[in-house]
Structures are given as structure tokens and as C-alpha cells.
């Protein structure tokens, strides 16, 4: 289920005209319905009622402190990779006690921050950050809980910047490593209270495949660990993969039917169907750390056409908002659905490239796509915007970042302001003349 539908002729966020916010907040702008997040989670929820469960929303998609709120309240935890978002966790009310912390470089201050505010678990990339983490926890005299991220070196079968569960992926520690790094925690970490072994094998993962491939292949491994060491949780990661197109039109708007299609078949029915049951008699708890699943659907960015321009090849579109406000086609090949928040009745597709005003070839939305012809100062919404969005977006060519705006029914609330020129050089300063 997903909020953005057209209510004549004009596309809306739940209850909310996406030309009225556009024109009252300017473009580019990013637009987020909350009861999209709430279905989401809620649906996950429920196809994992029959397990002792966690889910943990990876803040890196999307860390706006009203999405975080959001979460918070229907009582979900956080999956984070950063000490800046633990803070931001925190400040949106979240419950450290419910954070898991993954990331292959956590630093001193990091570690020392999470011990502090007593998270739930550490997730250790490799034997020099448990032993790190060791030696911290010695000094703070306190006990950290860890868990091992194992690599089970499966093939998600995603985008080659996206996929993490390979042997020659950075992230985890070799599968038939696994063993021998809990038994160095049991004799040689005295700080270190093992809790959980995770794995996280790649995002924007669109069938169950790989994801019962790598359970299938560590749960042997989870059984004895946890006999051996008594865990408390397994966690199967992320990256559940959501539908990037999908039907926009006041009649069918249930986005959950298009799943299931050859371009997507990937449910979370199907999802729960799959792992639920080589689960359940682990006895453990299962925590889950989706981001995307959570609030890919749930985001637009909305930009306005500054030109038209027919080159020889196409017609590019030149729009306000551009690769620092939405780097995933350029980064990742993503693709995004791109409309007009008017629609076009009738008027006649031309394949066209909708590009930013930034100094890149690199800058563009979407290339090769059929577009009605389209004014200046017409708005176009970027569809699935909400993972990876914003919490991309830099200041690349001085560019504010801008305005994201959360929906509630009929009511829209400024989440965060849109930069000033003034925010763009805070913090610099230039040494005086000699
Ligand atoms: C990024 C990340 C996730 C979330 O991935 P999605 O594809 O957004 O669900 C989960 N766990 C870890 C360790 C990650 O790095």
C-alpha cells in the first residue's frame, strides 16, 4: 500500500496536493507520507508475529528526525552505522536500548558514545574492532554486547554497488572464520558478553532466493554458536528490494497487487513465507534491519522544469533539483518513476532525458524516458525517493539542500527547512589578509 495516487487530474500525498506544497515550499522538494511508513512497518511486523522479533529500521535510508519519530513510536528499533545517528535516534525519542550498531569503521568516540548510552549490540565487522571494542569497554568498566557479522559469501544477485554478502565485499568476516573469532571473544575478551551473529548480504533485493540461500547456510552455524555461547538473536539484515513502478491512478492503488509481477517478485507474503518457517525453531530472537522496504515508496522529490531543451538525439528536460539532491540514477543506475504532478491527458510521449543544472554528464534523473511535453514551471514528482534521498544529498555547486515535508492526512509539516545561502557557508572562515 502506498499514498500517492491522482485525485483529479493532480497528484496527491494522502489528503495533500503535491502542486499546492510545491508552490508554498518551492522546488526541489522532498514530500514523505507518514501512513506509508506505518503500513510498511506494520505489514513486516505481522508477517514476523510468529517469531520473537526486532526490527531494526536502518536510519542510513532515510534520517529525517520525524521519519525516526515515527518508527520510535511503533515501538521499532534502529539499525545504525554512525555516531551522528545514534544522536539523531535519540533525539527523535528513539531507545538506545533498541540500536544495533553496524559499519566497518566504528571509531573511539563512536564506541565510547554507544557504551554510554548503552545500546543493544555492536555488530563486528572484523577481529581488530572486537578487540578494540574490548579494550574500551575494559576502560569504561563496562561489559559491550556484540555480535559477529558473518559474510556468507551468497550472491544477492543485486546492483555490483549494493551487494555486501561476498567473500570479496568489504563488509563481514569470512563464513569459515566465524568459529574461531567467537572463541577468541569467549578467552580473550573479558569486556565483550556475546550476544547475537548477524549478516546483511546486499540491498534492493527483488527475490527470495539468496536470502534463504544465506539463512539456510548460517543457520548450522547459529545453532552451535548459540550452544557453545548462548546468543540471544540472529539477524537476517536487510535489503529487501521494493517496486520502483507502479500505478498511479485514483483506481488502483493498492501497489501490493503490481507485486509479484516478473519485475518484482518479491512480497513480503512471499518474503515471510520463505524465511518465517527456517526461523522459527532457532529459538533466538530475529531481528530485521530494513531501510529501504521501510520508506523507498513512502518519499517524492518533487522539482520544477526550468527549461526544455530539443537537442538532435532528444529532448532533455533541465529540472531544479539534480544528482546532489538525488543521487541514485547516476551512483546506482537507480531508476525512478518520474510524472507530472498535473497530469498530461492525452498529450504525446517524446523520449526525453530529464538532467540537472550540475557541471556533470552525470547529472541527470532519468535518461530515454517517454515525457509529455512539459512548460516551464511545470512539476514533476521523482517517485520513490524516500531511501537513500536526502541522506544522500550533499552541497555539491553550492546548491542548498532542500525542504523535506512529512504528510499526515490532510495535514503537511515542514520536517526540515530548506537551506539558506546563509547555511552554505556557516562554519567557514577565511584567515585574515597578511
Ligand atoms: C544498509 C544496511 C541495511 C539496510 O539495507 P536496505 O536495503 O535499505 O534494507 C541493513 N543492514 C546493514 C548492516 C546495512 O548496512
New binding site residues.
Given amino acids: 500500500m502506498h499514498h500517492f495516487r491522482y485525485l483529479q487530474g493532480s497528484l496527491h500525498a494522502e489528503n495533500v496536493d503535491l502542486q499546492s506544497l510545491a508552490e508554498q515550499h518551492g522546488t526541489p522538494l522532498y514530500v514523505y507520507s507518514k501512513e506509508t511508513i506505518v503500513d510498511h512497518y506494520t505489514r513486516l511486523d505481522q508477517g514476523l508475529s510468529r517469531l520473537d522479533h526486532m526490527i531494526c529500521y536502518?536510519v542510513?535510508?532515510n534520517s529525517n528526525l520525524a521519519v525516526l519519530s515515527t518508527i520510535a513510536q511503533l515501538g521499532g528499533g534502529f539499525?545504525i552505522?554512525s555516531g551522528g545517528e545514534l544522536f539523531r535516534v535519540l533525539r527523535a525519542g528513539g531507545q538506545a536500548a533498541k540500536c544495533t550498531f553496524?559499519?566497518v569503521g566504528k571509531t573511539r568516540d563512536e564506541i565510547e558514545y554507544a557504551l554510554k548510552e548503552g545500546i543493544y549490540c555492536f555488530?563486528a565487522e572484523s577481529e581488530a574492532e572486537l578487540r578494540f571494542i574490548d579494550q574500551i569497554a575494559g576502560e569504561m568498566g563496562l561489559k559491550a554486547p556484540v555480535a559477529v557479522?558473518v559474510n556468507p559469501n551468497v550472491d544477492a544477485k543485486t546492483h555490483a554497488k549494493?551487494t555486501?554478502g561476498k567473500s570479496e565485499n568489504k563488509?563481514g568476516i569470512d563464513f569459515d572464520r566465524i568459529e574461531e573469532v567467537y572463541e577468541i571473544i569467549a578467552k580473550e575478551c573479558p569486556n565483550l558478553e556475546i550476544r547475537g551473529l548477524?549478516m546483511?548480504i546486499?540491498?534492493?533485493l527483488t527475490s527470495v532466493g539468496p536470502f534463504v540461500e544465506a539463512v539456510e547456510k548460517v543457520k548450522p552455524l547459529v545453532q552451535e554458536m548459540k550452544a557453545k555461547y548462548g546468543l540471544q538473536f540472529f539477524s537476517i539484515?536487510?535489503?529487501?528490494g521494493i517496486v520502483y513502478k507502479q500505478s498511479l491512478d485514483s483506481g488502483s492503488q493498492d501497489w501490493w497487487s503490481l507485486e509479484g509481477n516478473e519485475s518484482h517478485p518479491l512480497t513480503i507474503q512471499a518474503y515471510a513465507d520463505a524465511v518465517v518457517p527456517l526461523l522459527e525453531d532457532l529459538g533466538l530472537r530475529i531481528l530485521l534491519?530494513?531501510?529501504?522496504?521501510m520508506v523507498g515508496n513512502a518519499g517524492v522529490l518533487l522539482t520544477k522544469v526550468v527549461y526544455e531543451k530539443r537537442g538532435k538525439a532528444k529532448v532533455f528536460k533541465i529540472v531544479d533539483a539534480a544528482m546532489n539532491d538525488l543521487i541514485r540514477p547516476t551512483l546506482y543506475e537507480g531508476w525512478h518513476q518520474i510524472v507530472p504532478v498535473r497530469s498530461k491527458v492525452g498529450a504525446e510521449n517524446e523520449l526525453s532525458d530529464v538532467v540537472g543544472p550540475i557541471c556533470e554528464t552525470g547529472d541527470y534523473l532519468a535518461q530515454n524516458r517517454e515525457l509529455p511535453p512539459l512548460n516551464a514551471g511545470d512539476v514533476l514528482a521523482v517517485m520513490s525517493a524516500g531511501?537513500?534521498g536526502f541522506t544522500m544529498a550533499s552541497n555539491y555547486n553550492t546548491r542548498t539542500m532542500p525542504a523535506e515535508i512529512l504528510v499526515d492526512g490532510t495535514e503537511a509539516y515542514v520536517v526540515r527547512e530548506r537551506q539558506t545561502l546563509e547555511d552554505l557557508v556557516r562554519g567557514e572562515h577565511v584567515p585574515p589578509v597578511k
Fill in positions: 536502518a542510513k535510508a539499525d552505522v553496524a559499519g555488530n557479522r549494493i555486501t563488509f548477524q546483511h546486499g540491498s534492493q539484515g536487510g535489503g529487501i534491519e530494513p531501510g529501504r522496504f531511501a537513500y
